[in-house]
């Protein structure tokens, strides 16, 4: 199943709110675009969670070109869809590896929100690419993080890498990608504790994880990838920037995107840093991780609002 | 962003100096601003929404107070609408007597904290002088049992669980069955994160619910949740009758106006809140505070007690 299906396939799992929502609001024959309307679909596109700036935006951009009109949902929707793979679209490829020797790859984000999981997720994706993966379990402060890792490391037939009890992050990071260098791996996924991004003292030591990956091969961590909760709403901006701040992020995985939650927040976090997202977690299994692919994310924002997106979009 | 809103509604409100009433049209910036303030706190937007028209009908036709500024006034009233609003408060755990069992479970979305705050919850029951039971019902993630051991470790508690079996309701079964003779007064279940739209995983826990009957079942929510916490909440609520919510990672800076919307849809009492991830970062919840945090203030009742 493509990205798009499974996106599909989750959002359809519920009584789909937006989809009778809109369809409400046209009958067969279209809608006058008034002030009544407009309010509406502010609070379609609010629910989606994109924010409050992006939300005035696209709503202004509907009052310009369409106020005092009749149109039909078809017309709308392209209206807001095309403003928004505007500001979604990134480059293709979403992991650059090295161009020789180990790629180090570190994995931050707050608590509970995915890393662990979309590590395991990574580096079967990597395997199955033909590339051989060793993990590095940073978390040395939560209750059986390392054993967590462990077991995905085990699943997976994945060298690991563990401290001693207490041990710094930043020398087990440094472990890590030294293995890695000395067996020839080609990817390094290096986990990290959960913290949130006020706690200064934590993102510091992000800098310094950083720092000991670098110590072994100049230019490394060559991606810092930000796990993102697709639940979590307009604190994802305040994620974004002081993570991509203390470690570098390179890019977004945004996880958990199986449930009702539109993890449209990235869409505020794209339009103020431009960090790209590059994949996202569609479920707890091993293969729950595809690609992000930006033009499928937003037809997958309005999938409930037509009743076949994929005819209409086309 | 917290300065922010003051400066903003001081300037939208200037215009109503020296006029004596607040009125719909003297207003509106300044309403527009704390429903902004609002919306970018995650409160969900039809919350939001009923929230503003009912402050602006109680608000229109009020005297201007002498001693507040006419802004000040109107984040006033929303102040305190917002803290009725997530009221009454409920901190009890409606525990049983000592020669009895009580049975706490804990729900929620993946990774939200209920294992961690599985711990808290004992080691505050310990200091109650109660002896409670982790019991390790989260048989799906990963270490998931190691982790509630460590735990129970930690606070001194004992730990059940069944490494034999892939049937949580049986090891709650088994656990509350088992308190007794493990010097238990108190059993806390820890499930597994699910999300609500899980039909299968929510059915398991209404099995586990209608097995163990426990006394107070617990949605545990991440302070940090988005729109999204109305559909979960509800769910939730829907499958187990909830008896109150415990609101986590409030120690970062979330305005956490889930808080709001889970209260609004499942009517159950905010009872705790997470403020760290250590066993002893547990606090009763306040809506006063929790209404300065979403609002972006400072602790308004003080200045309320002065008009
Ligand atoms: N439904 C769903 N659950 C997920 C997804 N990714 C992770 N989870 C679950 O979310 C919970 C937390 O995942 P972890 O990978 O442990 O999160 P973490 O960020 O490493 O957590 P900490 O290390 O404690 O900060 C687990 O129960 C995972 O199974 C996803 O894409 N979809
Ligand atoms: N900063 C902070 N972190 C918290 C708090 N409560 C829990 N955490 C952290 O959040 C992460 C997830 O917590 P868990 O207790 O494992 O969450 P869970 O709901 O049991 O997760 P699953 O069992 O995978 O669904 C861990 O890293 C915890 O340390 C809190 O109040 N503040
Ligand atoms: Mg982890
Ligand atoms: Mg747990």
Redesign the pocket.
């Known amino acids: 199943m493509g990205f798009f299906d499974r996106l599909k396939q989750g959002l359809k799992k519920t009584g789909s709110l937006l989809k009778t929502d809109v369809r409400d609001l046209f009958k067969s024959e279209g809608r006058l675009i008034d002030e009544a309307f407009l309010e509406e679909i502010r609070a379609i596109l609010f629910k989606t969670d994109m924010g409050y700036d992006a939300v005035e935006a696209l709503v202004g951009e509907i009052a310009v070109k369409m106020r005092g009109r009749v149109v039909h949902i078809e017309e709308l929707v392209d209206v807001l869809k095309v403003k928004l793979k505007e500001l979604m679209a990134q480059p293709e490829s979403p992991i650059e590896f090295a161009p020789s020797g180990p790629t180090a790859v570190m ?1 931050c ?13 990574l580096a079967n994706l990597f395997k199955s690419q033909g590339k051989s993966v060793l993990l590095g379990a940073g ?1 040395t402060f ?1 209750a059986a ?1 390392v054993e ?1 890792l462990t077991i995905w490391s085990d699943r997976l037939g994945a060298p690991i890498v563990t401290g001693s009890p207490k041990a710094h992050p930043a020398s087990v990071a440094y472990r890590a990608v030294e293995q890695a260098l000395d067996q020839e791996i080609d990817v390094c996924v290096v ?5 949130l991004q006020t706690q200064t003292d934590l993102m510091a030591e992000l800098t310094k994880i950083r720092a000991s990956m670098a110590k072994q091969i100049e230019g490394a961590p060559h991606e810092v990838l930000l ?1 993102l ?2 639940t979590t709403g307009q604190n994802g901006v305040s994620q974004a920037s002081k993570f991509a701040e203390a470690a570098g992020c390179t890019g977004i995985v945004l ?5 009702t939650a539109k993890g449209g927040v990235v869409v505020a976090i794209r339009q103020q840093f431009g960090l790209p997202v590059k994949y ?5 299994g091993i293969d ?2 595809e690609p992000f692919v930006p033009d499928a994310f937003v037809d997958a924002l309005f999938a409930d609002v037509l009743s076949d997106p994929v005819t209409a979009t086309n | 962003m917290f300065e922010s809103l003051q400066d903003g509604l001081g300037s939208a409100l200037k215009s109503l100096r020296g006029q004596g009433k607040l009125s719909e049209a003297n207003m509106r910036d300044g309403l527009k601003l704390i429903e902004r303030s609002l919306l970018e706190a995650d409160v969900s937007y039809e919350v939001t929404r009923t929230f503003m028209s009912r402050i602006t009908e109680q608000a229109v036709g009020e005297a201007v107070l002498k001693s507040l500024k006419p802004s000040e006034q109107v984040v006033g009233i929303v102040y305190k609408e917002l803290v009725d609003l997530m009221g009454p408060v409920d901190h009890s755990l409606h525990l049983k007597g000592k020669d009895e069992v009580t049975v706490l479970m804990m729900c929620g ?3 939200s904290g209920k294992t ?1 705050t599985c711990g808290k919850l004992g080691r505050m029951l310990i200091s109650r002088d109660r002896k409670p039971l982790l019991v390790a019902a ?1 048989l ?3 270490a ?1 049992i190691d982790q509630l051991h460590v735990l129970g470790e930690q606070i001194g508690a004992p730990v059940f669980s069944d490494r034999t079996t892939q049937d949580p309701v049986a090891v709650c079964n088994n656990a509350v069955k088992e308190a007794k003779k493990l010097g238990a007064d108190t059993v806390i279940l820890d499930t ?4 609500h739209i ?1 039909d299968e995983l929510m059915g398991q826990l209404g099995r586990i619910d209608k097995r163990c009957s426990p006394d107070q079942v617990y949605l545990v929510v991440d302070g940090m949740t988005g729109q999204d916490a109305v559909n979960s909440a509800k769910a939730f609520n829907d499958a187990l009758e909830l008896d109150g919510v415990i609101m986590t990672k409030l120690d970062g800076d979330t305005r956490g106006g889930a808080a709001i919307s889970v209260k609004e849809v499942t009517g159950v009492p905010l009872k705790y809140m997470g403020v760290g ?1 250590h066993l002893e970062n547990l606090e009763e919840f306040h809506p006063d505070r929790m209404a300065g945090r979403i609002l972006g203030q400072g602790d308004m009742l003080s200045l309320f007690e002065k008009a």
């Not at chain 1, 986990?191 to 913290?195: I, L, S, V």
């Not at chain 1, 996880?255 to 449930?259: E, N, S, T, V």
Request: negative net charge; hydrophobic residues 35%.
């Open positions: 994995v984000g707050v608590n509970g929100a995915g890393k662990t999981t979309s590590i395991a997720k978390d939560r993080a967590q986990d990290t504790a959960g913290r796990v909760d697709a996880a958990k995107l199986d449930g996202v977690g569609l479920g707890e729950d991780l | 979305l993946q990774g961690t989260d799906q993630r990963p998931a597994a994160g699910r999300l899980d991830e």
